[in-house]
């Protein structure tokens, strides 16, 4: 069973940065429109941001100027680079992403890391 795993959380200070990765756990699993989302404590979970096959972006209006989602389809991952992080982007960070393995797309979830910026 194809798995995403993300790496890359942890705690920050305040105006710090931090970068995601995710990866599916299989080479054959390509990698195709992915996206970056967050949820805090008692909230919904809601979209960062996106890219498409083509590498088209776009960005929640709280991260934009802040965040920077890009993928390297050599190594199959996406990243997610989190600047000036501030206490309000605490929340667990899940990627998810369709995967395509011989003209079949799914859907995945990966498990979700936890960030923690601390004032």
């Known amino acids: 069973q194809v798995q995403l795993v993300e790496s890359g959380g942890g705690l920050v200070q305040a105006g710090g940065s931090l970068r995601l990765s995710c990866a599916a756990s299989s080479t054959i699993f390509r990698i195709k429109a992915a996206g970056w989302y967050r949820q805090a404590l008692g909230k919904q979970r809601e979209l960062v941001a996106a890219i498409t096959t083509g590498g088209s972006t776009n960005y929640a209006d709280s991260v934009k100027g802040r965040c920077t989602i890009s993928r390297d389809n050599a190594k199959n991952t996406v990243y997610l680079q989190m600047n000036s992080l501030n206490p309000e982007d605490t929340a667990v960070y899940y990627c998810?992403?369709?995967?395509?393995?011989?003209?079949?797309?799914?859907?995945?979830w990966g498990q979700g890391t936890q960030v923690t910026v601390s004032s």
């Open positions: 998810n992403a369709a995967l395509q393995y011989q003209f079949v797309e799914r859907n995945y």
